[in-house]
């Protein structure tokens, strides 16, 4: 008989990150974000080369946000209803045909608007399926779920560095077409890896009633936590007045200021302060992790004040590699938080309303912040998104229920609408 110090022991020697199927999973995650991350260049690239212009940019990657947008939420039910892998695997497939085809057609000729179009929403759909898998599946394949999510977040950010200056290179020595056969590629070989996991199976919630029926458990669960919702209303605030404009807006101001060149700079250092922030949430596993996220949040508003101010270039790309740490280590203890706070069976209907909450809000910044700078001035729309970033992150601590959340040890067996709170 297995003495109970035995048990203890023998659960210790597992590894808390590194098991045979993390390892698969780390694989298919990071090599199709390597594709993801090359796609917008070269589609972009694609577009203009085929005459389209900035407006048939704009239109072929819309078509694809707007299903993922819209059919997130059922992408988070089907997954309840079928298995998070069999919607990932299925989602990973769908796309190494899509992205096959588009790489035909460039390499064949020239695309038609509405082919590019059709193509991205039906990709659009598919991640739209794949996503609200991701919030359930680290949490049954590694047992220190910060680590975990704070490894996948790190190889995430490092693929979108290097990811569009490896498009770049490949559109400008061989074809656009070439860059979609390595996306195609990296989804056969992310089903491959998924297809590989071996799971232990979970209780399935939404396995009957309906499709609404589903949907409304879903926000039941998700609205009963003070926690989730009042993050997801403060973020898409922030969306509107700070994450959207500060892209389209920040390119403009600091192209014209120091040129490609020194937009690219800048850009990198946000990323590898992305990639730091992954590294600094491996280390340090705080009792309360919404408090020490939004606490690091802070450094986000230094990306839009560097911007208003016009700082040097390296004191500005300095700011940026602050700002992409900040939002790096947010991003893993709120992830930890919802993985772990939140019982299996409904995870991926609440994870599809949070991250439906968070993504819906900033492209109506992004079309706003056009208008609004010509009105206004865009270091003034920026100045005050500088401002809504600090003002932000101060109510997040100040909602006790994010503040006091502790840190969960283990996903809930069952659903739960009590957080742990320290």
């Not at 589903?214 to 898409?236: D, Y």
């Not at 280390?283 to 208003?308: D, H, K, V």
Request: one cysteine or more; proline letters at 5%; hydrophobic letters at 55%.
């Amino acid at each position: 008989m297995v003495t109970a110090a035995a048990e203890t022991t023998e659960q210790s020697a597992e590894p808390g990150v590194w098991t045979r199927d993390f390892r698969l999973f780390f694989t298919a995650r990071s090599v199709s974000m390597l594709g993801t991350a090359m796609v917008p260049v070269a589609m972009s690239l694609g577009v203009l080369q085929a005459g389209y212009g900035a407006s048939g940019v704009g239109f072929t990657l819309a078509s694809s946000t707007v299903p993922m947008a819209a059919l997130v939420l059922f992408g988070g039910v089907f997954a309840d209803r079928f298995t998070p892998r069999r919607m990932m695997v299925g989602a990973d497939l769908v796309r190494l045909v899509s992205q096959s085809v588009t790489a035909v057609l460039f390499l064949a000729g020239t695309p038609a608007l509405w082919q590019l179009m059709a193509i991205s929403a039906v990709n659009g759909t598919a991640a739209a399926m794949f996503q609200p898998g991701l919030a359930s599946l680290i949490p049954r394949i590694a047992r220190d779920v910060q680590r975990a999510v704070a490894t996948q977040r790190t190889s995430e950010s490092l693929m979108l560095l290097v990811g569009p200056s490896i498009a770049g290179m490949l559109v400008a020595f061989a074809d656009v077409g070439v860059v979609f056969l390595i996306d195609a590629a990296g989804f056969g070989v992310s089903a491959l890896c998924l297809a590989l996991l071996r799971l232990k199976d979970i209780p399935r919630a939404a396995g009957e009633g309906s499709i609404w029926a589903n949907l409304k458990e879903g926000w039941q669960e998700f609205s009963s936590r003070t926690w989730m919702w009042g993050v997801i209303v403060i973020w898409a605030a922030m969306g509107i007045v700070v994450f959207g404009p500060v892209l389209p807006l920040g390119a403009t101001l600091i192209n014209d200021a120091y040129h490609a060149t020194g937009y690219g700079f800048v850009t990198s250092a946000y990323g590898a302060g992305t990639i730091l922030g992954g590294v600094i949430a491996m280390r340090i596993e705080p009792s309360r992790p919404l408090a020490a996220g939004a606490t690091a949040m802070f450094l986000f508003a230094l990306q839009p004040l560097s911007i208003t101010l016009g700082l040097p270039l390296p004191v500005m790309a300095a700011c940026h590699l602050l700002a992409g740490m900040g939002s790096a280590f947010w991003g893993v203890m709120w992830m930890t938080s919802v993985q772990t706070q939140v019982a299996p069976e409904v995870l991926n209907r609440v994870h599809a309303y949070e991250v439906a909450g968070s993504i819906m809000a900033m492209p109506i910044g992004q079309a706003l912040g056009g208008p609004v700078a010509s009105l206004l001035g865009a270091r003034e729309v920026l100045a005050v998104s500088s401002v809504v970033a600090v003002a932000g992150c101060a109510v997040l601590l100040s909602v006790p229920a994010i503040r006091r959340l502790g840190r969960a040890s283990a996903t809930p067996a069952t659903s739960a609408t009590d957080p742990v709170i320290s």
